[in-house]
């Protein structure tokens, strides 16, 4: 399943350059990510693009953080069809969605070469007595921001749901020190429009009538944005 795997003793140098917006969110005003893992001995592992790191179904054995890559959350219906739920990235947490269930819901796969860091929950109560409390902060704010999405896709069309989506991919780019105008988006058009309960030839036109505009330059996977304030005019706030 891995590629490689070692163990560390995360240290806080080695832990700040990789954490992006969960900072604020788990860590609060007294502390951060680094400074609770500090000292905690993880797995570090290698992953490989259209590889598992989760699979539905499998027994929970732990969290995974993202230290690099692009990811892709979905969970499976008795069909065999697959619904996106979310495309996790640098300093962002895998498999949290099982921490009360026996087995993991969600397949999630790399959609780009990456790496992630082993948490096992046995070690998280002995070496991490406040994390989860800090979780539960962390997950009431994905369950708002999940609700906000669903609400979103309610009310939006088209266009709307496609620029809210290239606008969130930026911002959250632009929150890990990278461009919010050069995106690389290694998820499929079909990923996009599962996630955002869309066709992909809606997408797709989508896409295409945004770049007619002048407001994006499409090339293949890459995605320039031209005019951001005309695109965050297109889309509806998600507050």
């Not at 990811?71 to 069809?81: P, T, W």
């Amino acid at each position: 399943m891995w590629d490689t795997a070692s163990h560390v003793m995360l240290d806080t140098a080695g832990v700040a350059p990789f954490l992006g917006v969960q900072r604020d969110v788990v860590g609060g005003s007294g502390g951060s990510w680094e400074r609770m893992l500090q000292g905690t001995p993880l797995v570090k592992r290698r992953v490989r693009r259209k590889q598992h790191v989760i699979r539905a179904g499998q027994p929970f054995r732990g969290l995974f953080l993202v230290q690099s890559g692009v990811f892709k959350s979905a969970l499976i219906s008795e069909d065999g069809r697959e619904r996106v739920t979310a495309f996790p990235m640098r300093g962002e947490l895998l498999g949290q969605e099982a921490l009360d269930l026996a087995v993991y819901p969600c397949h999630v796969t790399a959609l780009d070469d990456g790496e992630v860091w082993e948490l096992q929950p046995f070690l998280l109560r002995q070496c991490l007595p406040g994390f989860q409390e800090r979780l539960s902060g962390m997950l009431a704010s994905e369950i708002r921001r999940d609700w906000q999405w669903m609400l979103a896709l309610g009310s939006l069309n088209a266009e709307q749901r496609v620029t809210s989506f290239l606008l969130d991919y930026s911002t959250r780019l632009a929150e890990r020190g990278f461009s919010a105008t050069q995106m690389l988006l290694c998820m499929t058009r079909a990923d996009i429009g599962s996630f955002l309960a869309m066709q992909i030839e809606t997408v797709v036109r989508t896409l295409h009538r945004l770049q007619d505009q002048g407001l994006i330059e499409i090339s293949r996977s890459h995605i320039r944005i031209v005019d951001l304030p005309s695109l965050r005019a297109q889309s509806k706030t998600l507050n």
